[in-house]
C-alpha cells in the first residue's frame, strides 16, 4: 500500500475551508456550531462520538474524514483497541470497500499519532 500523506491532506482542506469561510462565512459558521453541538459530549462520550463519526467516514470513502477523525481520536486518547474493534465493526457492516478505508485509517493512526522517544 502506498503511503498517504493524512497531514498533508488536512492542510489542503484547511487551506479551502479558509477560502469558503470568506465567500460563505455565515453557512461555515453554522456547519462549526453543529459540529461543535453535535460532537459536545453527553449521554455519548467524545469518544464514542468520533469513534461513529470515523465510522461514517470510512463507510462514505472520506479520506479527510478518516484524517481529522482519527486525529480527533488521538488527541481524545482513544485506544488503539478501540479504534481496531470499530474497523472490524466498519469492515463487517460495510463489505470489502470499508476494509480497504480502515485500512487506510490504520495508516493514518500511524502517521498521526505520537511516535514513542
Not at 27 to 45: E, I, V
Not at 66 to 74: N, P, R, T, W
Request: with cysteine.
Amino acid at each position: 500500500m502506498s503511503s498517504f500523506d493524512h497531514g498533508g491532506l488536512m492542510h489542503d482542506i484547511n487551506e479551502g475551508l479558509a477560502v469558503l469561510r470568506g465567500g460563505q462565512p455565515d453557512t461555515l459558521k453554522a456547519f462549526h456550531q453543529l459540529s461543535r453541538s453535535a460532537m459536545a459530549q453527553g449521554a455519548l462520550s467524545a469518544c464514542n462520538k468520533e469513534l461513529i463519526a470515523l465510522a461514517i467516514g470510512i463507510s462514505q470513502h472520506c479520506s479527510a474524514c478518516i484524517a481529522f477523525h482519527v486525529k480527533a481520536l488521538i488527541r481524545l486518547g482513544c485506544s488503539r483497541e478501540q479504534f481496531e474493534e470499530m474497523l472490524g465493526v466498519c469492515a463487517y457492516m460495510g463489505g470489502g470497500p470499508s476494509l480497504m478505508y480502515a485500512a487506510e485509517a490504520v495508516k493514518a493512526w500511524e502517521s498521526l499519532a505520537p511516535q514513542p522517544a
